[in-house]
């Protein structure tokens, strides 16, 4: 069974233990995915699956898109989302795939989201900068990054050195999250309960696997 799904996040909560304790979880309404095609090295060169999440109207996407869907049965998705595997996937075009799939043998999983947009932003907020002193003597530049060009800050060159910290875009970029912790599952809601926070506002879509590097 793939172990992966697509989702909303939904938002944040807290759930108890048999003993009483607080754990502080992320909600997601994962699934159900359809399974929009099966890759093989026969066909494409590898073993992979194409998940197709939240049902889309005929009129707001594209032929080549609907006829992709038609194939197995299905309609159009609005978001989809690849898996390569190592070896073949016991499912077949037009399954479906449920939050069932992380079972008794799932106990952390990977999420995948696009982090929160923050515009332009400052060095002090982006990078954690400490600001210049706020004493006199310091005009009016106390969230300053301060001298950004001297000698290429390793003793070479005039120029700014490539990669400097500096004043720019933050936020709004694909994060992914590993080893989160999976406190349960809600076949019924299609939910997952996920101890801690995990990247992206609330109603935003993520990608929930079982984790890699931890069993």
Not at 59 to 70: C, D, E, K, Q, Y
Not at 81 to 107: K, N, P, Y
């Amino acid at each position: 069974m793939i172990q992966a799904l697509l989702g909303t996040k939904i938002g944040m909560a807290r759930v108890l233990d048999d003993v009483g304790r607080v754990t502080t979880v992320t909600v997601v309404q994962a699934g159900p995915c359809t399974v929009m095609q099966v890759k093989t090295p026969e066909t494409d060169g590898y073993y992979g699956v194409q998940l197709g999440y939240t049902d889309q109207k005929p009129h707001r996407s594209t032929l080549p898109l609907i006829g992709h869907a038609a194939k197995v049965g299905s309609g159009p998705k609005q978001f989809a989302r690849e898996i390569r595997l190592e070896e073949a996937a016991d499912v077949q075009g037009g399954d479906v795939i449920t939050v069932e799939a992380f079972g008794d043998d799932v106990s952390y999983v990977d999420v995948t989201g696009t982090s929160r947009g923050r515009g332009f932003s400052g060095v002090m907020r982006r990078h954690g900068f400490g600001g210049q002193q706020a004493t006199h003597g310091v005009e009016r530049k106390h969230r300053s990054p301060g001298s950004i060009g001297g000698h290429s800050n390793i003793g070479l060159g005039r120029s700014v050195k490539k990669g400097k910290k500096m004043a720019g875009q933050y936020g709004n970029v694909r994060v992914t999250t590993k080893n989160l912790k999976l406190i349960g599952i809600d076949p019924e809601n299609n939910l997952l309960l996920i101890k801690g926070s995990i990247p992206g506002a609330n109603g935003k879509v993520v990608f929930v696997r079982k984790a890699k590097t931890k069993a």
